[in-house]
């Protein structure tokens, strides 16, 4: 088990749904992220937080809602989505400040949308 | 952006070394080249890193051009568990302290008991 926490690990729901996705880190990283994996395409990085501040917002669209009330979680929060949306959500930290910045990674949230 | 090129698959017999190439001829002086991997249905691993010189670890060894316009992440002994998709990323930095990791589509490797 690695020291990043996702949960739920499958999530279905509707497009009319909120549901969240929660991130928990025990590494003392200050630090977090979000990626989208879809299938046969690359990570894609959607969110950054430093110290608590978002730092990137790769164009996200505003039905993804990050949310980082500390160092050590991160939530994304996710309302009215569409199914090209499903696909596994991984959660990472690091310590920024790194010269090298190793992330570790959570297992994904692997998410349907129908 | 500095991207990398990997080939889409390689295979190896278990038990014998692997040498995973990566291009990534418009490096930055100071991008650090990264290697991830990812084994079904889990979240990326960190392989092992390295900036200018050659670097050794438990998992892997990293050897860089002297150039440092490609590099090879080395297996020394291949087995099943190895079996994944590797990624070789360079970390930049994306302003406000922060630095990315960007994937690209990696090279899917296959161990053959």
């Known amino acids: 088990e690695t020291g990043v926490t996702q949960t739920p690990r499958h999530l279905v729901m509707g497009m009319t749904n909120k549901k969240s996705l929660k991130c928990e880190q025990h590494?003392?990283?200050?630090?977090m992220y979000w990626y989208k994996q879809s299938a046969k395409k690359p990570l894609e990085l959607m969110f950054v937080?430093?110290?608590?501040?978002?730092?990137e917002n790769n164009s996200v669209p505003s039905r993804f809602s990050p949310e980082c009330p500390n160092s050590s979680h991160l939530f994304l929060h996710l309302h009215t989505l569409q199914p090209e949306d499903s696909a596994l959500y991984l959660c990472?930290?690091?310590?920024?400040?790194?010269?090298?910045?190793?992330?570790?990674f959570g297992a994904g949230s692997r998410l349907t949308v129908l | 952006d500095a991207k990398t090129t990997q080939p889409n698959s390689m295979e190896s017999n278990e038990e014998e070394p692997v040498h995973l190439p990566c291009n990534h001829s418009?490096?930055?002086?100071?991008?650090?080249i990264h290697w991830y991997r990812q084994l079904p249905s889990q979240g990326p691993e960190y392989v092992i890193h390295?900036?200018?010189s050659n670097v050794n670890n438990r998992m892997a060894s990293l050897a860089i051009a002297e150039d440092r316009k490609s590099s090879t992440l080395i297996l020394h002994r291949a087995t099943l568990r190895d079996a994944a998709v590797y990624y070789c990323?360079?970390?930049?930095?994306?302003?406000?302290?922060?630095?990315?990791?960007?994937f690209g589509k990696g090279t899917k490797l296959s161990v053959i008991p």
């Open positions: 990472a930290s690091s310590w920024s400040s790194s010269g090298a910045n190793v992330l570790t």
């Open positions: 590494l003392g990283h200050n630090a």
């Open positions: 937080y430093s110290l608590e501040e978002r730092v």
């Open positions: 418009t490096i930055s002086g100071t991008d650090y």
């Open positions: 390295g900036l200018t």
């Open positions: 990323i360079l970390r930049q930095p994306s302003g406000a302290g922060s630095y990315q990791l960007t």
